[in-house]
């Protein structure tokens, strides 16, 4: 089995930040593309950051230049930086990974976090 747990939202005003965690653990041989998603009530998940295995990283237009995707392969972890927060930020951050298991590392399965809130509000 694999687990992704997150960590690391909240509440923050306009203008603050905060940074998310997302580890995996279980049976892994390897993780390929790890990323960030994003929702709100009614609407579809969205993609706001992804990192490769190699570090090569994309982000969606609106967070760019104050969201920074990272990630540590050794503790299998990654990782969002959110600076200069704005309310349309508000949602719930879902993390995702590409896994392969130690069981069938030819097959890569992917993986969902259970979400965690952030709210930028005054």
């Known amino acids: 089995q694999v687990q992704l747990v997150e960590s690391g939202g909240g509440l923050v005003q306009p203008g603050g930040s905060l940074r998310l965690s997302c580890a995996a653990s279980?049976?892994?041989?390897?993780?390929?593309?790890m990323g960030w998603y994003r929702q709100t009530p009614g609407k579809q998940r969205d993609l706001v950051a992804a990192?490769?295995?190699?570090?090569?990283?994309n982000y969606r237009d609106s967070v760019k230049g104050r969201f920074t995707i990272s990630r540590d392969n050794a503790r299998n972890t990654v990782f969002l930086q959110m600076n200069s927060l704005k309310p349309e930020d508000t949602a719930v951050y879902y993390c995702?990974?590409?896994?392969?298991?130690?069981?069938?590392?030819?097959?890569?399965?992917?993986?969902w976090g259970q979400g965690t809130q952030v709210t930028v509000s005054s």
């Open positions: 995702n990974a590409q896994i392969k298991h130690r069981s069938n590392p030819y097959v890569s399965i992917e993986y």
């Open positions: 990192i490769t295995s190699a570090g090569s990283t």
């Open positions: 279980g049976s892994i041989f390897s993780i390929n593309d």
